[in-house]
């Protein structure tokens, strides 16, 4: 993410939505505000596991 705004700079073909939306993504991946997957035990229902998506 750090460098993400200079490479844009240094090639400006990257620089368009096409791009952006992507990139954003990928470097958001692992963090749990964006997005997850919640289990619950069947049996009690109160042991929950969260799973962030990458």
Known sequence: MDHWDSFKERHLGF??????????????????SNGYSEYRCVHCG???????RQ
């Open 46 to 52: 109160r042991d929950v596991r969260r799973h962030v």
């Open 15 to 32: 620089d368009t939505l096409q791009y952006e939306e992507p990139i954003q993504k990928m470097l958001g991946c692992g963090r749990e």
